[in-house]
């Protein structure tokens, strides 16, 4: 190696040790994004991890703790596997960096900027419970500062169109994945008479699909701690489908004789009603295969009071007190006091509860056995009479077949939301430390594990401190949740979310879950989708993007004319 070589050698590294005592001047940047980044990653957990497990808690298959460990779970592991690829679109693909040579503390401060007005927005809109984009929030924010640190010219608005595109596109197609699918379910299993053979031989279907789809989508992100990267794609189809293939034997062989056994143990469990009117004394004896005995089954959800959420104040559609099948309901379930019903009382209208099928279900296999004794409403006889336009109710043995296939989706919902997802809170610190130890803002270096993982601690906080707001929003508010329901919407919408993940596209996992709850819920009743809300959540949809530029506009504008 000659002199010049040396020489120049020399002056490069001399000049790198420099730049870098240079920007250690700017340690407290990054101290301050450190600690704005778990704040970001706490408004994400209290409000996008709802999509993963809000419609299992709807529809009470699991209860508000066992949601929150296993989205801590399943988010943790899913934001270190799959989060690296999409924080490459939030960190590069919104703007142009390049433009920020010769003063990356401007950078630096961006950063800081996007992710304090993301976080703001997202605890108002958690404090609300209403359900937004963490994406929108971010982009929304970055391209904030950005237009304030170098003008409209620094935006890849080519980059931004592909990604708004995306917003729209992605609850429309995930509301008919999951419509086309309950639509399918409802047809082959929950119309028909007796929905259980039915229903047990598509079930290693379901699981057969529901785990070759997940594994493909994990081992096509070539995950490089699990050793994907060196898969090629053709051994990715093969293992997936053989993987799909084993599920699915297992389920047959396995856990169908098992539901199976089950569902005859629940139909013995329960005899034969005994009705009594309680003026004549007069009592008349239901058996269990008789039309008026399953009808007063499928109606148990109307005399449940409260849900698994716990929570008494969101108020319920009507029913009519007086109606015999809610009398009869009433004393199945056991229930001695009045319950809030909304009735007319004095001409005004009265309030009632929510109603949850699936605990309404479970409570009456569990605490009722043998001969029950109902009475029975003199106005209106033993005439049962089904209000119009009600929603469909799954069966409890329609809600045995489908309770853990909803958990196992939710499951692979919260794993591709935090792939998805944890780069909304990470991106811009990711930016911020690479920024910071490579003293460039074109760093090739990719994304620290520790990070992916710092974002995911953060967000499981958020959601075990304030995460049943939402939940309770999108998994009881807009529209009630039923296990076949539930799964469809959850399948649908992960599969929606994780084949954009893949691809590192940022679609939000709001819209979609939102779009496969709405598409379904007006699939099982044209009445049953709270349309009020969901104005709410449109307009808070539309309103995400300039708020979080406008907050990191302001944030940035103080960095540059005050603080920098």
Not at 241 to 247: F, V, Y
Not at 259 to 285: A, C, F, Q, V, Y
Not at 292 to 312: E, N, Q, R, T, W
């Amino acid at each position: 190696m000659d002199t010049t070589t040396l020489s120049s050698l020399a002056a490069a590294t001399t000049m790198a040790l420099a730049y870098q005592a240079d920007l250690s001047g700017y340690l407290w940047l990054l101290v301050i994004g450190f600690i704005i980044a778990f704040i970001l990653a706490f408004s994400v957990g209290a409000n996008d991890v709802a999509n993963s497990f809000g419609t299992a808690v709807g529809s009470g298959v699991v209860t508000l703790k066992q949601a929150c460990i296993l989205a801590t779970i399943f988010e943790t592991v899913g934001s270190v596997l799959l989060g690296a690829k999409v924080s490459e679109t939030i960190r590069k693909g919104i703007i142009d960096v390049q433009m920020f040579n010769g003063s990356e503390h401007v950078l630096m401060a961006g950063s800081i900027s996007a992710m304090f007005g993301s976080a703001v927005w997202q605890l108002s809109a958690s404090f609300l419970k209403l359900p937004i984009s963490g994406t929108h929030c971010i982009v929304g924010a970055t391209i904030g500062f950005s237009m304030v640190g170098r003008g409209h010219q620094g935006v890849k608005w080519i980059e931004l169109l592909r990604i708004v595109a995306s917003w729209f596109l992605s609850p429309v197609l995930s509301g008919i994945m999951s419509g086309i699918l309950f639509f399918f379910v409802r047809k082959f299993i929950l119309n028909k008479t007796n929905p259980v053979p039915n229903g047990l031989r598509a079930l290693p279907i379901f699981y057969g699909i529901t785990m070759g789809i997940n594994l493909f989508s994990i081992m096509f992100s070539g995950a490089p701690l699990l050793g994907f990267d060196r898969v090629p794609w053709w051994g990715t189809i093969c293992i997936s489908l053989g993987c799909a293939l084993i599920t699915a034997v297992l389920v047959w062989f396995v856990v169908c004789p098992r539901l199976k056994k089950k569902i005859e143990g629940l139909n013995s469990d329960l005899g034969p009603m005994m009705l009594t009117d309680p003026h004549s004394g007069r009592s008349h004896t239901i058996h269990k295969d008789s039309g008026l005995y399953k009808d007063l089954l499928h109606k148990l959800h109307k005399a449940k009071v409260g849900d698994c959420i716990g929570d008494s104040d969101t108020e319920e559609r009507p029913i009519r007190r007086n109606n015999s099948y809610t009398s009869y309901t009433m004393a199945i379930y056991g229930i001695q006091d009045e319950p809030k019903t909304k009735d007319f009382v004095d001409g005004e209208l009265q309030r009632r509860s929510r109603v949850d099928s699936y605990s309404s279900y479970n409570s009456t296999v569990t605490n009722e056995s043998g001969v029950s004794e109902v009475h029975v409403n003199q106005e209106t006889g033993m005439e049962l009479k089904q209000e119009e336009d009600e929603l469909e109710v799954d069966q409890p043995a329609v809600s045995m077949l489908f309770q853990f296939l909803q958990i196992l989706t939710a499951c692979f919902g919260s794993f591709a939301h935090g792939g998805n997802d944890v780069s909304n809170a990470i991106g811009p610190l990711v930016a911020l430390w690479l920024l910071y130890d490579s003293g460039s803002v074109v760093s090739n270096a990719p994304t620290p594990i520790w990070l992916l993982l710092y974002g995911g601690v953060g967000i499981c906080v958020g959601l075990w401190v304030w995460g049943r707001r939402v939940i309770q929003t999108l998994g009881k508010d807009l529209t009630p949740i039923t296990p076949s329901s539930g799964f469809s919407i959850e399948l649908a919408s992960a599969v929606t979310v994780v084949v954009a993940s893949n691809i590192g596209l940022p679609v939000s996992t709001t819209h979609c879950k939102v779009g496969s709850v709405v598409a379904v819920g007006w699939l099982r009743s044209r009445k049953s989708v709270d349309w009020r809300l969901f104005r709410n959540i449109f307009i808070a949809w539309f309103v995400t993007v300039p708020i979080c530029g406008l907050i990191s506009a302001a944030i940035m504008a103080l960095f540059i004319y005050v603080i920098l």
